[in-house]
């Protein structure tokens, strides 16, 4: 199907017969007053004025999903649609997927008015908004007239602005300096003409009243005598705009299914203001649910703001509702239909209670935003706190455990909702009443090892992973890993860092130069000072005492007590030098012994040989 055109007329027309709504995707009004009137002045020209895209549904369908009327008075206070309540009175009906902006600037102009605050009043003040609408001064038309024919000049634009009523009597205003005489037409009273309206015989009618109304404005009456021919011509443009000529240009999409609605809607709309599929769905909750964006995004802010901050978005909240509620993670629109939206409403104290609790054990792992890969790996955790499951010293290791090995299998890229209903499934049981229950209160890591995961992915770690681990740069993977290896510390009752133990600033060639390390290695160097093997957790203590300085330096200046300390919760090898030329060496022996502990930490039965951690020499 190709495009189809209409005329401004006929699609104002079919709104006013509530045909055309919005759906629930679509976001408020959001066009100042300015780019209301560009858009008319664009539409005298007859500039192109962009191209809609129409979905055609029927009524049946339609009731199951959320529609919002057309704004006719916009108000900033409450910029929101009105939800259309009740039954289609049309068999289809049409939702608008892109032009909104437009096709309301076009309605409100035509049809309403629109209230901003005055600038310097007080919002308190009921008279700070007044009602303006769309006006069109007649007098002051953008014509100039050349060897006796009137021509548009391209360098002004039609006077439309927005009026209050008393503003609109003023017959003069201040023009480039000059105080001009002036006519403001209510853009709106050319909804009142037909189609085959004579424009030159209405034209007459309101030259008489003009006469006979302004009998006494000598000065305003010669510039109307002067400007008759100019004031015709604006007043058949605009009716010629208006219902003559197809300005609306549009693709009509016929479609029942709102998911590939979704699909075309996100495609269509990447330009300006980009909305993701997760703003678009937000919404489907929204309209269904009037308080739930306040409390999401409430709660958003909460966790977000919780020990030394998450990154947390609408995505991973609106996700976790249907996690913990039982229902299909699948990130779709049916997946948010009225009923479901209503479950999660009549839970969101426990989800908001486990939500917080989650991330309160999270920060006592010494977890922020910027260590977690994967948000998803959290929800079983979260699914096991919603459903009652234990939060004790044995449970939260055996969390950690999980977390570590998720994280590290990267098991939530690609067919990451299958992964999460196969967790979800070996966590839970099904009772009689159709409900669910956890198979045990403790969370057991061993249980969601075993189990078979979508994609041929498992939370078994291989030889394979261990080196790509110890070969792992600086992020969060290698912070999972040292919380992993530390397992005694308490990150949330001191602040700890992940810091390289040889300074990264001693690792460019001038520094290397320095130390006299050979030039043929400082390549080679600069490649390892980021890896696993030259990262430690370090309190805030040491960490704010070390800096930049030479790790044997800085070393030599602890007691005693702190070297022996620095050296067990560092993993430092035995028997290694701590001097920077010898930091190949460091980094090899270190490797080694992180590997053997990596064996252990993540149950891997292999033999090692023997490393033990001691005096560093």
Known sequence: MGYSTLSIREVTRQIEQNKVFLPALQRKFVWKKEQIERLFDSIMRGYPIGAFLFWELDAKVAKDYVFYEF????????????????????????????????????????????????????????????????????????????????????????????????????????????????????????LYWDKDEDIEVYYQTLASQIQSIYQDQKTFLEAWEQHQTQVL???????????????????????????????IFVRVNSGGTILSKTDLLFSTVVATWSAGRDKIEKLNKDINQFGKGFKFGNEFLMRACLYLTDLDVKYKVNSFKAENVEKIKNSWEKIQTVLNQTVRILDEFGYSGEHLPSQNALLPIVYHLYKGGQDNDTSKKQMLKYLVHANVKQIFGSSQESVLQDLRRALRSKNEDGTYSLKHTHFDFEVLKTTKLSGGKSLFVTDENIEDVLNREYGAITFNILVLLNPDFRLRDVTFAQDHIHPKSKFNKIELSKAGIPLELHQKYIDLKDTLPNLQLMNGHWNSGKNDKLLMEWFAEQSKADQEAIKLTGLYPNNVSLTFSEFLTFHEKRKELLKEQLYKALDIKKVMQNIEVGEVV
């Open 71 to 190: 704004l006719k008075d916009y108000d900033e206070r409450t910029p929101y649609n009105r939800r259309k309540e009740g039954a289609f009175s049309h068999e289809q009906i049409i939702g608008v997927l892109d032009g909104q902006q437009r096709l309301s600037s076009m309605y409100i102009g035509f049809n309403g008015f629109h209230k901003t605050k005055n600038s310097y009043a007080w919002k308190s003040n009921p008279n700070a908004y007044p009602e303006k609408r769309l006006y069109l001064d007649l007098l002051n038309l953008p014509y100039v007239t050349e060897s006796g024919e009137i021509k548009l000049n391209e360098a002004e634009n039609y006077p439309f602005s927005f009026l209050t009523e008393k503003e609109s009597q003023k017959l003069e205003r201040k023009i480039e300096d000059q105080i001009k005489p002036c006519y403001w037409f209510k853009v709106g009273d050319s």
């Open 233 to 263: 011509l604006g007043l058949k443009t605009l009716h010629a705009r208006l219902h003559d000529e197809k300005l609306i240009s549009y693709f009509q999409v016929r479609e029942n299914d709102l998911e590939n609605i979704l699909k």
